[in-house]
């Protein structure tokens, strides 16, 4: 338990710092495309001591953060409600949710820092189909089309009943 509290904590500590990077390079970037478009609105063309190739230099290398922080900050965000999810499974069981429904599609999803996870596709008995992720060991046995139980919590199952 104080394993998957301390886990909590670090993703969510990391994807919030990951949050505010990728806000950070967004407002640069727009700054940055802002001052050009100023720039070449003032006189409908760029004045000849405007620094074009340097900003457009410094506007690719803050797009490419601004990727890499968007990148890191749904990684982190996926890390944090997976552990999350299993915090609550061992500590407050009750906040889980029970879904029954129709299995019917799984596939695998490679993730960063956290390895191979099942997306699956559950149609419940109101029609309606949710996505929800789970460790492919949970899964084992289970194919498409069988009618399953889970407990979920924040996109991820934590248990499987047949």
């Given at each position: 338990m104080p394993n998957l509290e301390s886990n909590v904590k670090?993703?969510?500590?990391?994807?919030?710092?990951?949050q505010l990077q990728t806000m950070a390079a967004g407002m640069v970037f727009i700054g940055l495309l802002s001052?050009?478009?100023?720039?070449?609105?003032?006189?409908?063309?760029?004045?000849?001591?405007?620094?074009?190739?340097?900003?457009?230099?410094?506007?690719?290398?803050v797009l490419i953060?601004?990727?890499?922080?968007?990148?890191?900050?749904?990684?982190?965000?996926?890390?944090?409600?997976?552990?999350?999810?299993?915090?609550?499974h061992k500590s407050r069981p009750d906040e889980l949710q029970l879904l029954t429904g129709t299995l019917e599609y799984m596939d695998h999803v490679h993730m960063p820092y956290a390895g191979v996870f099942k997306r699956i596709q559950l149609r419940l008995k109101n029609e309606e189909v949710v996505t929800l992720y789970v460790k492919p060991t949970i899964m084992k046995g289970i194919k498409t089309s069988e009618t399953v139980r889970v407990r979920s919590y924040h996109l991820f199952v934590v248990d499987v009943y047949r």
């Open positions: 670090r993703w969510e500590n990391k994807k919030k710092k990951a001052g050009i478009v100023g720039n070449m609105t003032a006189m409908f063309t760029f004045s000849p001591s405007f620094p074009l190739l340097k900003l457009s230099i410094l506007a690719v290398g953060f601004l990727f890499v922080s968007l990148s890191s900050w749904t990684n982190y965000s996926f890390l944090y409600h997976y552990f999350s999810s299993q915090w609550v």
